[in-house]
Nanobody, 124 residues
Framework: QVQLVESGGGLVQTGGSLRLSCAASSRTFNYYTMGWIRQAPGKEREFVAAITRVGHITSYADSVKGRFTISRDNAKNTVDLQMNSLKPEDTAVYYC?????????????????WGQGTQVTVSS
């Protein structure tokens, strides 16, 4: 299992930007399909974005498409989520997640390794 640690969350105004980063402990990080999942208060976990092992293919939830960008650096064992044009409805705890199966994971249940989460709050 890979150990995942998120950073970069915080408080931002509507329209602002944040960049989340996730550091992975595993030497086999490049074997992992990675993603970002979020959970707002009182709601279920929601898929945000995913990226394949070498970063050639990405996928996004419709609610963030065009505003968020997922990227990874296998040399540094990191996966980032650049979030622009933030909205109050983006407020949530954001989790970095991974799995060793090839192909994109598009549901929270598809991921087997999770970080502890980082809070993102967008004020109106």
């Amino acid at each position: 299992q890979v150990q995942l640690v998120e950073s970069g969350g915080g408080l931002v105004q509507t329209g602002g930007s944040l960049r989340l980063s996730c550091a992975a402990s595993s030497r086999t990080f490049n074997y992992y399909t990675m993603g970002w999942i979020r959970q707002a208060p009182g709601k279920e976990r929601e898929f945000v974005a995913a990226i394949t092992r070498v970063g050639h293919i990405t996928s996004y939830a419709d609610s963030v498409k065009g505003r968020f960008t997922i990227s990874r650096d296998n040399a540094k064992n990191t996966v980032d989520l650049q979030m622009n044009s933030l909205k109050p409805e983006d407020t949530a705890v954001y989790y970095c997640a991974g799995r060793t199966n090839a192909g994109l994971a598009l549901r929270p249940a598809d991921f087997t390794s999770w970080g502890q989460g980082t809070q993102v709050t967008v004020s109106s």
